[in-house]
């Protein structure tokens, strides 16, 4: 018996050893950031941004590898098909590891049991907003419309299931009127129907909205996040204006396959966290629109876990089946 417990404890050692050592030498060869959206996007620059500077502290390539389709699982499955090493990893998001698993019994994963969760790194705001031309300028004005005439005031969303459909269901909720949902392949055809009055308003991505706001065509309303929108210092938030405070924003980070070596995980984040305390990174995402919203691994763990509690409970509660 004692044989056996030392010949355990000398195995732990070794072990633990070897993943040190593992560690210290890690990375040795280029690494893989796999990007569930489409080139040219929010995502995509966050992506190659963290890619690029990542690449400078690590001393190896960090390359981004776009793999769309079937709401973000096709990224997710070929993420934690790889060996957990630190040699794959992937652009992060509520799409990823909250609403497409919830939504969908064929995404084959467990949006929160595959994976390790390194850093969060940014927020992309959704921003209420309505066309110059609707006759509304607050919230309130949108909120009391939607009662006088339930189910005839439409917002626009970038799917069934996605971030912009829930935050309207969950505005539909608070205010106790019910509202008519109108899905669109993606924000820009969204934009131009809320321009064109085809549809009320929406709840869409900063980015995409910021010249229509400048411009004037378009009317910020909120911002559904606990925090204003870095672009648009002067539109309050939903909990600033009397509202329910909503975080409902796409939120970034990088994951990687569970089971992935603590150690690797832990300089992996430090990396992301010197990337993320750069200002020439901080100038160049906020630039775009991208608020900066580093959390280390831990905190990043518990942010998850919070988001997926109302987010989940939100799916649960609308009744929403179809996450395409």
Do not use: C
Not at 39 to 53: F, H, K, P, Q, V
Not at 120 to 133: D, H, Q, R, T
Not at 196 to 213: E, Q, R, S
Not at 240 to 253: H, K, S
């Amino acid at each position: 018996m004692k044989k056996l417990i030392a010949l355990s404890v000398v195995a732990a050692l070794t072990a633990g050893a070897a993943s040190a050592t593992y560690a210290q030498e890690y990375p040795t060869r280029p690494i893989t950031l796999v990007n569930p959206y489409a080139a040219g996007g929010s995502a995509d620059l966050i992506a190659r941004t963290i890619g690029e500077y990542m690449s400078r502290i690590l001393g190896q390539p960090v390359v981004v590898e776009n793999r769309t389709g079937a709401a973000t699982a096709i990224a997710a499955t070929s993420v934690i098909a790889q060996p957990a090493d630190g040699y794959t990893l992937l652009l992060a998001g509520s799409p990823t590891h909250v609403i497409t698993p919830a939504l969908n019994p064929d995404a084959g994963y467990d949006g929160i049991a595959d994976f390790d969760f390194v850093s969060l790194v940014a927020s992309v705001p959704n921003v209420l907003v309505v066309s110059k031309n609707s006759g509304i300028t607050t919230i309130d004005q949108l909120a009391e419309r939607a009662l006088e005439a339930p189910d005839t005031v439409s917002y626009a969303s970038v799917g069934n299931g996605s971030l912009p459909h829930l935050t309207g269901l969950m505005f539909s909720e608070e205010i106790g009127a019910q509202m008519l949902h109108i899905p669109y392949p993606g924000v820009a055809p969204a934009t131009v129907d809320i321009l064109a009055g085809n549809v009320d308003t929406g709840f869409l991505n900063a980015p995409a909205l910021i010249a229509h706001i400048q411009s004037g065509d378009l009317v910020p309303l909120a911002v559904a996040a606990t925090t204003r929108a870095s672009q648009l210092p002067d539109v309050q938030t939903m909990g600033e204006l009397g509202y329910n405070d909503y975080e409902m924003g796409t939120w970034y980070g990088v994951s990687a396959p569970a089971g992935t070596p603590p150690e690797v995980i832990a300089k992996l984040d430090a990396a992301i966290g010197e990337v993320m305390a750069n200002p020439e990174v901080q100038e160049r995402l906020q630039q775009s629109g991208v608020d900066l919203f580093y959390k280390n691994t831990a905190d990043f763990e518990a942010f998850v876990a919070a988001d997926a509690k109302t987010v989940l409970g939100l799916i649960e509660s609308s009744g929403v089946k179809n996450a395409q």
